[in-house]
Structure formats: structure tokens, C-alpha cells
């Protein structure tokens, strides 16, 4: 007996590289197919009356997209997953769990196309709004009102990357029966897990860093209260959102290598952005990894890197049209997360809907750029952006030569 004792090994739980690549169900166990299977099937055959296998119709339910669900809720450490076509589809999915009436708080800088759902569809249903530095912990407790339901953030924020404390959110929304959501789209479950600190509802644009290659849209909910799944899955269903048998094999196939991404955005971004602060045409950077960012001790307590994202103000507005037209190796284009480095003009691009006014106060101003740095090699980066540097000081020298 006690050599028997002696011999067993203690169970080891896989790290979240080794959970990454082989998801809820790591082979087939029909065939032993190691690449999960796309089910490109609208609908399934019943085996009787009454009886089915489990699925029925694609748009409510699909084998590949279960896989994918399913691993979504295990590396987000959830219970319940569902994945949408896109990131939208997930957000506008998660306010149908509110009534008309009801008040949520929103961070103020954040994705353009959150602030038109919300305030130009979602506002006309009876739903209000309240957009607030979501960073400044006071100014949340200052904006609830007794018909508050929900605090709905983004940390880092998009795209002036302040991060918000979310273990301290979790707590005031709970005290008053409300709900945290979290958009986890910046960091990833890789870097952060929102659902650890206390969040109810995390939601991601998959279409970023979990797919990872810039090839499809996607979206998803995560969350672990039986009470709200139900409804959520009605509306999935319902409204049709769901997420394609094929995009949800892509979105499998991405997470498999979310783990030697993100470290590789992580390491790239950082050199960037130290690179872009030694320079005599940039203003300001953005970035939670430089150790005198405002909320850089609590980034670090409630994350595990500063992801692949920065911001920063150019000091002269003349410069962005001649960046955006001299880079090459980064690409002008919308969109974040991917392998390929993109650079993007928020003022005119992903932030353009929101009102002047409130675009202004967040930061979001004709001096500012955001770049999703990829994992090319990081000199190739910054040679790119000193490269279009260099025509912006040429440019600019044309200009003063003219009478």
C-alpha cells in the first residue's frame, strides 16, 4: 500500500498554452481526426419521433460551433459560451437581457460602433446610457442612478488604453444587484480573464486577436449564471447571429496558437512603443506596459501582459496623412489583433461615430494613431514607421520652403 501511494503522481491541470491547443475535445472520436471537423450542415436527422441527437437546425446549434463555445467558456473560465458572426452581434445580443427603462454606464472611450449601437438603435427602446472615464473609479459611483443595471467596460480602453479596475467595478455592481460586462477584446483570455475578478458577462470581438489572421468575423459571450443562458441562447437563436460551421473551424484553428501570438504581440508592442517615445515627432504614447502609465500597478494585478496595442499623439496633425501613405511593411487598414501590423486614424475611422464633443474629451483627436502591432519582426516595424518619420520631416521641410 504505501508503495502504491508512493507511485501515484499528483494531477497536474494543463496550462493555458496546452489548453489553447487542444480546446474541449483535442481529436474526433468518431474517425480520430485531430482538426476538429466542420459541420457544414444546415440541419441534422432526427433518429425518431421525439428523438434527436442533440442537434437539429445549425442556426441554434452546430457540432463545430459547440466545440468552439465550449472552448471559449473553458479558457475565459466560464461555464457558458456562444459565439456569434461578429463582435457586434455578441454586444447588441447581451443588452437584450435588459428591459426598456432600464440605465447602464458605459466607458467612455471605447469602440465607435458600441457607442452607435447603443445610442442610436438601443437609446430609441426606452434603454439609457450614461458615458463615463470608466478608469476613474469615483466618477462610476457618482453616475448610478437607482435604475442602473449594468456597468459596461473595455480595459484597456480603445483607444486611449486606460484600464479600468475591475475587481472594485465588480464589487459596487453586485452591491446594488447589477451586472459587470467586460469587453476582453484587447488582452484576450490569454492576458486577462475578467471572469476571475468578479465580472458577470465577458465579450470579445473574435474577429481580433482569437482569430488572429485577419481572415474572419466573429464574436462571443461568456459568462456562468444559469439564470441569464436561457435567454441568451434565445436570442442567438432567434435573431440568427450565430456564428458559420467554417468561421467557427478558423476561430478553433486561431486559439491554437493565441498563446505564441500574444506573447509575440506582447514583446513587439513594447519595443514599439519605447521606440516611438525616443521620437522628436511624437508627442505622447499610450501603453499599459510603460511602468509611469496612470494605472500601470493595476494593470499588472489584474493581467498577465500589456497586449499589442498602441496609441500615441503625433505633434503635428500634417503628419498622419503622410504616415498612413509612407508605411509598408504596416498596413493602413481598420481592424486590430492580427498577425499583419495595422495602423489606423481613430478620428475618421473606428471613433467617427461618436460626437465631436465626447470624442474630444475622451482624447480622441486629430492628432492621434492607433497601431496593432503583428508579429513581424520588431525592427522591420520600427525601420517602417522611422522610414514614414523621415517623409513626414522631408514634407514638412517643402512646406516651410515655400514662399
Known sequence: MENEAHCKKEIRTPSMDTVLVHGTVPFDPVTGAISTPIYQSSTFRHPGLGRTTGFDYSRGINPTRSELERTMALIEHGKYGLAFASGMGAISTVIKIFKPGDHLIVSEDLYGGTYRLFNEYYAKYGFSFS????????????????????????????????????????????????????????????????????????????????????????????HS?????????????SEGASLAPFDAWLLIRGIQTLAVRMERHNKNALSVAEWLRTQDRVEKVFYPGFEDHPQHQLSCSQTRGSGGMISFYLKDPADVAVILHSVTVILFAESLGGVQSLITYPLVQTHSAIPEAMRLSAGVNDKLMRLSVGIEDANDIIADLDTAFARCKIEQGKKEKKP
Open 131 to 222: 458615458w463615463i472615464d470608466t478608469s476613474n473609479f469615483n466618477k462610476v459611483q457618482e453616475a448610478i442612478r437607482p435604475e442602473t443595471k449594468a456597468l459596461f467596460i473595455e480595459t484597456p480602453s480603445n483607444p486611449m488604453m486606460k484600464v479600468t479596475d475591475i475587481r472594485r467595478s465588480a464589487e459596487l455592481m453586485h452591491r446594488r444587484g447589477g451586472l459587470l460586462i467586460v469587453d476582453n477584446t484587447f488582452l484576450s483570455p490569454y492576458f486577462q480573464n475578467p471572469l476571475d475578478l468578479g465580472a458577470d458577462i465577458v465579450v470579445h470581438s473574435g474577429t481580433k486577436y482569437l482569430a488572429g489572421h485577419n481572415d474572419t468575423l466573429a464574436g462571443f459571450i461568456v
Open 225 to 237: 449564471r444559469d439564470e441569464i443562458d436561457e435567454p441568451l441562447r434565445n436570442v442567438q437563436k
